[in-house]
């Protein structure tokens, strides 16, 4: 982790750097946020390396949910003025839930908000969810899968009149619903930084 020095504080969060998606083990783990006027910072470790930006670097933040099969996976982006970013995320080192770093990752995320809240209006680009262009894509997906998984069992249920049917509708059901929740919570939008959205931190 980060070395916390005065007015800073430590978050035992782990770390995705400039897009980082398929690993194994990431091995990228503590964030640091520095309060000191015009020197306030941001820290964290890549490969084993300390790296700091000013806050007056940042120009976009976005917050999202993934999935990793099983739960909802949340995920922070912070963009720098240079086109690098980090993802400062409540997975465990294999991108995986960690239930015991959620509360941890909903006070990184609000005391990171507290402090961009002072920036210039119009400085800092705060967004939710994902593109748009990506978010009409997982609609029609989870459109067609919708009409697979629960479509065909009610077509099946009118035509052979058999209420076993209704077990796999059922399944069906629920198959989908964690999707279409995941879908719903990353809904492109802006957002205020003084009300960061909190189902994006759950």
Request: charged fraction near 25%.
């Amino acid at each position: 982790m980060t070395t916390p020095v005065a007015g800073s504080k430590s978050y035992d969060l782990h770390v995705l750097p400039d897009g980082m998606r398929f690993y194994w083990r990431n091995a990228n783990r503590g964030v640091t946020i520095t309060d000191a006027g015009r020197e306030s910072s941001l820290a964290w470790r890549t490969d084993g390396c300390d790296v700091s930006r000013l806050w007056t670097d940042i120009v976009a933040v976005n917050m999202l949910s993934a999935s990793d099969g099983k739960s909802a996976v949340n995920h922070c982006r912070i963009r720098f003025r240079d086109g690098r970013d980090i993802a400062v995320t409540d997975a465990d080192a294999r991108g995986q839930v960690d239930d015991s770093r959620t509360p941890v990752y909903r006070d990184f995320v609000r005391a990171l908000h507290r402090r961009l809240t002072h920036a210039p209006a119009g400085a800092i680009r705060f967004r939710a969810g994902v593109s748009d262009g990506r978010h009409m894509m997982q609609v029609a997906i989870l459109m067609i899968a919708g009409l697979l998984f629960t479509g065909v069992p009610l077509v099946l249920l009118f035509v052979v009149r058999d209420w076993r049917v209704l077990g796999a509708l059922a399944t069906g059901v629920a198959f989908i619903w964690p999707f279409w929740k995941i879908v719903e919570r990353n809904r492109p939008r802006s957002y205020d930084p003084r009300h960061p959205p909190g189902e994006l931190m759950e």
